[in-house]
T-cell receptor, first 117, second 111 residues
Framework: GAVVSQHPSRVICKSGTSVKIECRSLDFQATTMFWYRQFPKQSLMLMATSNEGSKATYEQGVEKDKFLINHASLTLSTLTVTSAHPEDSSFYIC?????????????FGPGTRLTVL | GENVEQHPSTLSVQEGDSAVIKCTYSDSASNYFPWYKQELGKRPQLIIDIRSNVGEKKDQRIAVTLNKTAKHFSLHITETQPEDSAVYFCAASIFNNDMRFGAGTRLTVKP
């Protein structure tokens, strides 16, 4: 089946530092990638949608200067949490939308747990 | 924008019984409705989906029904097993973009 990888799987950083999370579609080209945030025991909240080569579209309430998204190719998108603070601690999940096998749908990455001290 | 509501938030059933989770959506333009199963600390996994041109879809013990007029869709799991225990999310989207998730249902199947 389709594989989406995320790196790193876990990261712990000090307050004020920036953290970059990578999302890759390994065996298909993703026309669109999505970034979600999940608080403990809560649903997935869409943060932004990105298409290769264009600026990301952010959801209402998501600061684009804080959560920088770069979609460099059809297989790679990055989310950079700038000047991270403890309230940014969360589980971040990317998904890639594309045609893999016989099914076109969103395929989720394994997630990145960010802890800001 | 789209708003998806999911009920119940928790559901406990005896092994072998059926489980039903219901979702409603607000945007009549939504045409793709997937269901995800998420085990603790893991990524959501697509278990079944339905498009707006279909009223019902079944895959072994799992079925989904869609009522476009009422704007609600449901997940049905029959002959539940302990390994079905997880959090289930419904979602709604237009052509699989900008997916909006329900709040999730924690299903516990007691052996």
């Amino acid at each position: 089946g389709a594989v989406v990888s995320q790196h790193p799987s876990r990261v712990i950083c000090k307050s004020g530092t920036s953290v970059k999370i990578e999302c890759r579609s390994l065996d298909f080209q993703a026309t669109t990638m999505f970034w979600y945030r999940q608080f403990p025991k809560q649903s997935l909240m869409l943060m932004a949608t990105s298409n290769e080569g264009s600026k990301a579209t952010y959801e209402q309430g998501v600061e684009k200067d804080k959560f920088l998204i770069n979609h460099a190719s059809l297989t790679l998108s990055t989310l950079t949490v700038t000047s991270a603070h403890p309230e940014d601690s969360s589980f971040y999940i990317c998904s890639a939308y594309g045609l893999a096998g016989a099914k076109d749908t969103q395929y989720f990455g394994p997630g990145t747990r960010l802890t800001v001290l | 924008g789209e708003n998806v509501e999911q009920h119940p938030s928790t559901l406990s059933v005896q092994e072998g019984d059926s489980a039903v989770i219901k979702c409603t959506y607000s945007d009549s333009a939504s045409n793709y409705f997937p269901w995800y199963k998420q085990e603790l600390g893991k990524r959501p996994q697509l278990i079944i989906d339905i498009r707006s041109n279909v009223g019902e879809k079944k895959d072994q013990r799992i079925a989904v029904t869609l009522n476009k007029t009422a704007k609600h869709f449901s997940l049905h799991i029959t002959e539940t097993q302990p390994e079905d225990s997880a959090v289930y999310f419904c979602a709604a989207s237009i052509f699989n973009n900008d997916m909006r998730f329900g709040a999730g249902t924690r299903l516990t199947v007691k052996p």
